[in-house]
């Protein structure tokens, strides 16, 4: 390609651009991650736009459109497919903003995309409930206005246009560290605008240079803009709302932007609303994510749920230098307090009540899921959370952590560990992460994590962390006395003859994980008098020496019973190291219902 005189811009050149901007900015996103203190200093800004421009990305290698115009087009719905978090959403709508002002334009002129990028930086304003000047929109608006003063004073070459908006671009994103507070404190540039001039140096040496350039070296941010941030002021330097989830989903319909605004605008803090009249997609922080989603519900069909934890993003992003960051999935059962004071991550799994979806322990709580279960005339299901959202999390936290490893539900009937497997060999992240098989389910997956959690903090690496899982995991064993055969037999897990039988013989069931991570029957209770009493002396049976392990208990919205379980085998089990009861969640509860009991035992002195 010329390096002057570019008079126009067809769907390949622009391709071929925009794949040499995205390529800058995905090899930002480490850097992108680390100076993102605004809105909240979560530390995912690069990682949200990475994604977001991976999903436009795989498009543009998918369709070869030389119609500029047919091209922006498919741009825009991959950016609205793939957007994540404020900055991602934010550029997508400017996409959009781009493709609408561009549909019947199959050769794009200096003046064509000046007015397209205008339009792309109004789109971008207008998707903001409440804009903050000092972020992406300022520098997008700067370039934009750039562009139509050299169009005003003649402007008709494509590398002179560029390179003038690209200066224009990296002044407006130096000042953005003096426009807002938190950016000044930290002593860095706005995260989102500074992937948005990672994009543009890209595009920008490409129709300069005709190159693809990604190396380390060139994707550096320009000098000037790789402001350093300062330990000591950088996670108190957020505007945080302290909403706790960063909220996102996609709502296809007739859709009456002003009133779905107005219904989610006091429901959370930084409302992003991007796409058009028949699809959006919506970000907010918010503190109840299923709100969230059942107010978009009003508004038409609601797909791509997600809800990230930023409180915990924080606190990984504070506290992760040096540490293996560990990961699960919800399928784990440990109390709340220990999983945030281990610094334990985890991904939700997908709840199912026939068309109605949830995200497990996010927008379903526990006491909310045995409700449902026992109302609802649909048997619950649940499904492996899709490999993206490990993929997402696990590159938010290489950019804090030394490594990371990701414990997860049994993978004998479950596909969740093939899932973190899958994303963890694509992460493409400069630590190790490496998927483990827990073959365990509920609280005995969960002691396994907090293990991990417990070598991690002790500041083992992944290898030594993964080496010690193999003897963890064995001597981690789990048993559940179901609350009731009816739920199993609902799910297709047990046959009705056995029911039947059971009924007939009047046995409760003790369900065991086993060494290869089947789950199975381990034995029986033969009559329902004193079962409690019963169940933890069978458990005492099996259970070997107390001293050197830890005990956990777990109820379905059971905690009387679960209290007595626990006093029962402390007492044919002292000298245990650790006792505690905690709520059981999806993993078992779906199959033995409310009244469920487990209890999960592990050696630690070997």
């Known amino acids: 390609m010329a390096t002057a005189g570019i008079a126009y811009l067809d769907g390949q050149r622009l391709a071929r651009g925009l794949l040499a901007g995205i390529a800058r900015v995905a090899a930002d996103a480490e850097h992108l991650n680390r100076i993102n203190v605004f809105p909240v200093p979560d530390g995912d800004t690069g990682t949200n736009l990475a994604v977001m421009l991976g999903s436009v990305r795989a498009a543009l290698l998918r369709h070869q459109e030389r119609h500029a115009g047919k091209l922006l087009e498919i741009v825009a719905d991959a950016a609205l497919d793939g957007a994540r978090g404020n900055s991602g959403a934010i550029l ?3 996409f959009h903003g781009v493709c609408d002002a ?25 998707a903001l409930s409440e804009p903050r000047e000092g972020t992406i929109l300022t520098v997008v608006r700067d370039f934009a206005a750039e562009l139509g003063q050299q169009i005003a004073a003649g402007g008709q070459d494509f590398a002179a246009l560029l ?19 938190a950016l000044r404190k930290a002593g860095v540039v706005d995260a989102g605008a500074q992937g948005f001039v990672d994009l543009l140096q890209g595009i920008t040496d490409f129709v300069r240079h005709g190159s693809l350039r990604t190396d380390s070296e060139n994707a550096a941010p320009a000098q000037g803009q790789a402001h350093q941030a300062q330990e000591a002021s950088f996670f108190d330097a957020g505007d945080n709302s302290g909403h706790r989830w960063c909220t996102e989903c996609l709502v296809t319909g007739d859709l009456d932007r002003r009133r779905l605004r107005g219904a989610l605008a006091g429901l959370g803090s930084s409302l992003v609303i991007a796409g058009g009249t028949r699809r959006a997609r919506i970000h907010i922080h918010a ?38 960051a560990v990961v699960t999935d919800s399928a784990a059962d440990l109390p709340e307090e220990l999983l945030t004071s281990m610094d334990i991550h985890t991904v939700p799994v997908r709840i199912h009540f026939g068309a109605q979806s949830y995200l497990d322990k996010v927008s379903l709580d526990t006491s909310e899921f045995y409700r449902l279960m026992a109302e609802s005339d649909a048997h619950p299901t649940t499904s492996q959370p899709p490999p993206g ?12 952590h030394a490594g990371i490893v990701s414990i997860h539900v049994t ?31 509920s609280i005995g997956q969960g002691l396994v994590a907090l293990r991990a959690a417990e070598l991690a903090a002790a500041g083992h690496s992944v290898e030594e962390i993964t080496l010690a899982l193999e003897g963890i995991v064995a001597n981690t064993r789990t048993w559940a006395l179901l609350g009731s055969l009816e739920h199993a037999v609902r799910g297709g897990r047990v046959p009705p003859s056995k029911r039947v039988i059971a009924r007939l013989l009047r046995l409760e069931p003790i369900l065991a994980t086993f060494p290869d991570g089947r789950i ?5 209770l033969l009559g329902h008098r004193r079962r409690i009493a019963r169940f933890a002396r069978w458990i005492a049976k099996h259970a070997g020496p107390p001293v050197g392990q830890r005990l956990a208990v777990g109820h379905a919205n059971a905690p009387e019973a679960a209290a007595e379980l626990l006093a029962e085998l402390q007492a044919r089990l002292p000298g245990l190291e650790q006792a505690f009861v905690t709520e059981i969640g999806t993993a078992l509860g779906v199959h033995g219902g409310p009244g469920t009991l487990v209890v999960a035992l592990q050696r630690l002195d070997t």
């Open 102 to 126: 561009s549909q019947d334009q199959r050769l794009l002129t200096t003046r064509h995309f000046a007015a397209a990028v205008e339009l792309g930086a109004s789109y971008a304003q207008d």
């Open 287 to 324: 503190d109840d994510p299923e709100e969230v989603f059942r107010a978009a519900a009003r508004f038409g069909a609601v797909s791509a749920k997600k809800a990230d934890d930023m409180q915990a993003q924080q606190v990984a992003a504070r506290s992760g230098a040096g540490i293996v």
């Open 520 to 524: 199975g029957t381990a034995g029986a």
């Open 411 to 441: 993978g004998w009937g479950s596909g969740t560990f093939q899932a973190a497997q899958s994303a963890a060999a694509r992460a493409a992240t400069r630590t190790p992460v490496l998927a483990v098989d827990s073959r365990n389910a």
């Open 92 to 94: 997508a709508q400017f």
């Open 389 to 400: 959202d490990f993929r997402r999390l696990y590159q938010i936290l290489a950019s804090h």
């Open 163 to 181: 390179d003038a908006g690209l200066a224009r671009a990296q002044r407006s994103l130096a000042a953005t560290t003096q426009q807002l507070e």
